[in-house]
Every structure is written in C-alpha cells, then in structure tokens.
C-alpha cells in the first residue's frame, strides 16, 4: 500500500498537536512554511493531503481549516474520509496506452479530449487491454456481455464498429481497437 502523506502548512499548533498522537496513525505528517517547498515536495506524490487555514488554488488534494477551532476526532475523521476519497478516485483511473478511462464518470480522455462511453463500452475497451492476444468474439460474447458463444449474434461486432467509430471521430485514432484474425485487439 502507497504511504499517506499529511502535510500540514501554515498551522505549526496543529502540527504539533498530530505528531504528538501520531503513533496511532496510517499516515505519515509534515509541517511546512514555505509554499514552493511544499509544491516541489508534493509534484511526485499522489497520495497525499495538504492541510491549511486557507485555499490555494494551485496546491491540489488542499483541505481548509476554516472553523477552527475544531474537535481532534472530527479533524481525524475529516483527514480519513479525504485520505479514502483519494484513493478512490485513484482507483477509478486506468490508463491504456495514450488513454486516461475515468470509471466513474464512463470517460476517456487524452490530451484533454474527452469522450463519454457506455458502461458496456468501457468495460470491452478494459477487458481487451488486459489481453496481450487477440480476443475473439465467443469471449467477449461470453466475458462481457454474458451471451453464450452458441448463440448466432453480432452484437460484439455493432458494437465494437460503433466504439471505433466514436473513437475515430473524437481522437482520430483508427489503431486502438483493431481486428485481427483471431478477434479484436487494442495495440
């Protein structure tokens, strides 16, 4: 598991205060003054908070503390939930290739291009870049969409023409999914 990282800004008290009763803790703190300090520290971490009395724009995962005083147990609590909110939407990302795909909001983007998908769209797109292979369409029928391979259907082929398509016309990409002869494959 990645280590979380507390950095606490501006708020010596509070500071000292945490690492006082930091032994308890799934988290690792640290007291910063110095806003470049903090931003070079932070450029290389994913897994972390920042903790302030005030909002900066430019510093990302930024809790404020703005009714302070505040009870230790509701500023723990508080620090948990954000902790768990980052891992969750760092666990809704999945990259392939050039591609960033946001499970939870069915998108996929590259370079600030997006385009919004299907559930069913995104889940082939994810089960075709988990094959180094081809994968015929008996085991996306069968995997993704819960058909029985004996079952005459071309609903992966529509439906994997109509992603292409989508993805050509946004990205204008015709490689990502392309058919072999064994099936389909996102190179």
């Not at 005030?54 to 009714?67: A, E, G, K, Q, T």
């Not at 147990?73 to 999945?94: M, P």
């Not at 008996?138 to 004996?150: K, M």
Request: aromatic share 12%; charged share 25%; proline share 2%.
């Amino acid at each position: 598991m990645k280590t979380q990282n507390l950095f606490i800004y501006n708020l010596p008290k509070l500071y000292h205060i945490l690492n006082e009763i930091s032994l308890d803790f799934n988290f690792k703190i640290f007291f910063m003054d110095d806003k470049n300090f903090l931003k070079d520290k932070i450029k290389n971490l994913d897994n972390y908070l920042v903790i302030s009395n005030n909002r900066y724009p430019d510093i990302n995962n930024l809790v404020v503390l703005n009714n302070l005083p505040i009870n230790i147990f509701n500023l723990l609590e508080k620090i948990n939930i954000e902790f768990v909110k980052l891992k969750f939407n760092s666990q809704s990302q999945i990259e392939i290739n050039s591609y960033m795909i946001n499970l939870n909001s069915r998108e996929i983007l590259k370079d600030k291009v997006r385009l919004k998908l299907t559930e069913k769209e995104v889940n082939t797109i994810i089960y075709l870049s988990r094959s180094v292979k081809p994968i015929s369409i008996d085991e996306l029928q069968e995997n993704v969409w819960s058909y029985q391979s004996d079952i005459e259907t071309h609903t992966v082929e529509t439906h994997i023409y109509r992603l292409r398509k989508k993805i050509l016309n946004t990205f204008k990409d015709s490689n990502f999914i392309v058919s072999k002869k064994n099936g389909y494959q996102i190179c």
